[in-house]
C-alpha cells in the first residue's frame, strides 16, 4: 500500500495562468520554445521567478526539486555561485565585441582536454546552429548532399533536419514541419535508431550521396535511449567504409553522460562533433568541431561559409569556462550515484505499484516510459502511455517535483541534487505511481 503524501495546502498557479494568458497574446502558445507550453501533458505551464541549486521557485512561490536543469545545461545547479561570479565579472568588461578574445581559446583548450576528437572547432549561439555548421562542413568537405538521420533524433530546428522517418525502409525523408521544403527534407534520409543494418541498407542504395551520418550517440530526444552494444562501433565502421562523416550531436550528451562525452563512455571517435547546453554554462552557447582537414574548410580558410555575431561571446564564453572547470571526477560520482539511487528507488516503486514501465538512464540523464516494458528504439518509445505519463506528471509537479512536461524528454540531475531532494522525490513517486494502479 503506499505512503500517500497528503497533497500540500498551497500549490496555487494562480499567478502562472495568469502570466500565461497575457503571454499567449504575446507569443505563439505564450512560450518561446514549444514543449514549454506543456501541450503534452495539459494544464498551465510554470512560470519560474528564480532557481537557486536544485529548486526552480515558480511566480506563485511554489518551489519545485529541478530535474529538466534548463533541458540539460544546469549541471552544477542554477546560480551556482562561480558561474555567476564569473558572468558578473564578463559583464563589467562589457558584453559583446564581435571581435576575438582570449577567453574563447582557453574555452577551447579546457573543451580539448574532455574531448580530444575536436582539433579544430567554431563557437556558436545554439546547439542548432552548430549542427547546422557540422553538417554543411561535412557537404563541403565530402563534395556530397544526403544525410542520413535517426527517426527520433533531434538536433535543432533546420530545415533538413526536421525529418522523420518515411513509410519504406529505403525512402526518401518527408518533412516533420510546415515550412519545409520537400525538396530540402529530400535530401535526409532517415534511419532506424539502434539498427545498423538499416544505416547498411541505406548507404548502399545511396552510394557515393551520404555525407554525413548524425546521430545523438545516447538518444535523449524521444526520451533516454542508450545505443546498444556494438551500435556505434557498426556507425563508425559504415561511415567509414562508405566515405560518409560521423557526426556525433553531443549538445545533450556532451559533459553529461561524462565529461567527454558519450565518446569518451563508448570509446568511439567521430568526425565531428556537435556540443552545446552545459559547454555555454547556462548561457546560449554552441560548438561544433572535429578532425582538422574538415575544420579547415570553413572560412575564412575554406569555402564553407558559416558567422554569427555573437558567436563566442564574452559572456557566454565565461560562463562555459566557470562551468566545465568544475567538471571534476567526484562530480560525476556524486551525479551517478543519485541517478543510480533513483533507478533502484523507481524500480521498487514500479514493482510494489505492479506497473509496466521501463526505466532508462545512462548516468544521470533518465526517462520513466511508463505502460511499455522496454523502450530501444523510437517505436518502442512511442508506445508509451500518455495518460498514466500526464497523470504521473501532474501528481509529481502538485507535490513539488518538476519533471520535463513530456514523455520523449530526457530528465536530468546536477550536483545540487542530494539526499533531501531525492527522498522528497521518491515520496511522491510512491504516491504519484500509486494513483496509476488505483492504490
Ligand atoms: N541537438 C540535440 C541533441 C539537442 O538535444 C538539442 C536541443 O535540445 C539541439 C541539438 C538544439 O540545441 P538548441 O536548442 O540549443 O538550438
Given at each position: 500500500?503506499?505512503?500517500?503524501?497528503?497533497?500540500?495546502?498551497?500549490?496555487?498557479?494562480?499567478?502562472?495562468?495568469?502570466?500565461?494568458?497575457?503571454?499567449?497574446?504575446?507569443?505563439?502558445?505564450g512560450v518561446n520554445s514549444p514543449?514549454?507550453?506543456?501541450?503534452?501533458?495539459?494544464?498551465?505551464?510554470?512560470?519560474?521567478?528564480?532557481?537557486?541549486?536544485?529548486?526552480?521557485?515558480d511566480i506563485d512561490h511554489n518551489m519545485l526539486v529541478d530535474y529538466v536543469g534548463s533541458w540539460g545545461p544546469m549541471i552544477l545547479g542554477h546560480a551556482d555561485p562561480r558561474v555567476v561570479k564569473a558572468l558578473r565579472e564578463a559583464a563589467g568588461r562589457g558584453t559583446s565585441y564581435g571581435a576575438p578574445t582570449e577567453a574563447e581559446s582557453?574555452?577551447?583548450?579546457?573543451?580539448?582536454?574532455?574531448?580530444?576528437?575536436?582539433?579544430?572547432?567554431?563557437?556558436?549561439?545554439?546547439?542548432?546552429?552548430?549542427?547546422?555548421?557540422?553538417?554543411?562542413?561535412?557537404?563541403g568537405f565530402t563534395g556530397r548532399d544526403k544525410i542520413i538521420k535517426f527517426e527520433g533524433c533531434y538536433h535543432g530546428h533546420a530545415d533538413y533536419l526536421l525529418v522523420k522517418a518515411g513509410s519504406g525502409a529505403l525512402t526518401f525523408g518527408v518533412p516533420d514541419s510546415a515550412g519545409i521544403p520537400a525538396a530540402m527534407a529530400g535530401l535526409t534520409l532517415t534511419a532506424r535508431y539502434n539498427d545498423a543494418a538499416h544505416v547498411e541498407g541505406l548507404?548502399?542504395?545511396?552510394?557515393?550521396?551520404?555525407?554525413?551520418?548524425?546521430?545523438?550517440?545516447?538518444?535523449?530526444?524521444?526520451?533516454?535511449?542508450?545505443?546498444?552494444?556494438?551500435?556505434?562501433?557498426?556507425?563508425?565502421?559504415?561511415?567509414?567504409?562508405?566515405?560518409?562523416?560521423?557526426?556525433?550531436?553531443?549538445?545533450?550528451?556532451?559533459?553529461?553522460?561524462?565529461?567527454?562525452?558519450?565518446?569518451e563512455l563508448y570509446g568511439i571517435r567521430p568526425d565531428l562533433t556537435c556540443l552545446g547546453k552545459i559547454v555555454g554554462g547556462g548561457m546560449p552557447l554552441g560548438v561544433y568541431g572535429g578532425r582538422r582537414e574538415i575544420m579547415e574548410k570553413i572560412a575564412p580558410l575554406g569555402p564553407v561559409y558559416q558567422a554569427g555575431t555573437l558567436s563566442g561571446n564574452p559572456m557566454a564564453v565565461a560562463a562555459g569556462i566557470a562551468t566545465l572547470k568544475q567538471l571534476r571526477p567526484s562530480l560525476y560520482k556524486r551525479i551517478d550515484n543519485y541517478g543510480e539511487r533513483l533507478e533502484h528507488g523507481y524500480r521498487e516503486l514500479l514493482a510494489r505499484h505492479r506497473l509496466t514501465a521501463a526505466f532508462n538512464r545512462v548516468g544521470s540523464m533518465f526517462t520513466l516510459f511508463l505502460g511499455v516494458g522496454k523502450v530501444n528504439s523510437f517505436e518502442t518509445a512511442a508506445r508509451n502511455d500518455r495518460d498514466q505519463f500526464r497523470r504521473y506528471f501532474h501528481r509529481m509537479l502538485e507535490l513539488g517535483i518538476y519533471l520535463p512536461p513530456s514523455p520523449f524528454e530526457a530528465a536530468f540531475v546536477s550536483a545540487a541534487h542530494g539526499s533531501r531532494e531525492y527522498q522528497r522525490t521518491i515520496r511522491a513517486a510512491d504516491d504519484a505511481l500509486g494513483l496509476l494502479n488505483g492504490a
Open positions: 500500500m503506499a505512503s500517500r503524501t497528503r497533497k500540500p495546502a498551497a500549490v496555487s498557479t494562480k499567478r502562472s495562468a495568469k502570466a500565461l494568458r497575457r503571454a499567449q497574446n504575446q507569443f505563439p502558445g514543449v514549454r507550453a506543456f501541450g503534452n501533458v495539459g494544464g498551465t505551464p510554470r512560470f519560474i521567478a528564480r532557481a537557486r541549486g536544485a529548486y526552480l521557485t582557453e574555452l577551447a583548450r579546457i573543451i580539448q582536454s574532455f574531448f580530444p576528437s575536436l582539433e579544430m572547432m567554431r563557437f556558436t549561439s545554439s546547439g542548432t546552429e552548430a549542427a547546422m555548421g557540422a553538417l554543411r562542413a561535412a557537404r548507404l548502399k542504395a545511396n552510394a557515393g550521396e551520404v555525407a554525413a551520418v548524425i546521430v545523438e550517440p545516447v538518444a535523449g530526444n524521444m526520451g533516454c535511449v542508450p545505443p546498444v552494444p556494438g551500435f556505434l562501433e557498426s556507425l563508425r565502421t559504415l561511415s567509414r567504409k562508405h566515405g560518409a562523416l560521423l557526426v556525433f550531436d553531443e549538445v545533450m550528451t556532451g559533459f553529461r553522460v561524462s565529461a567527454g562525452g558519450a565518446q
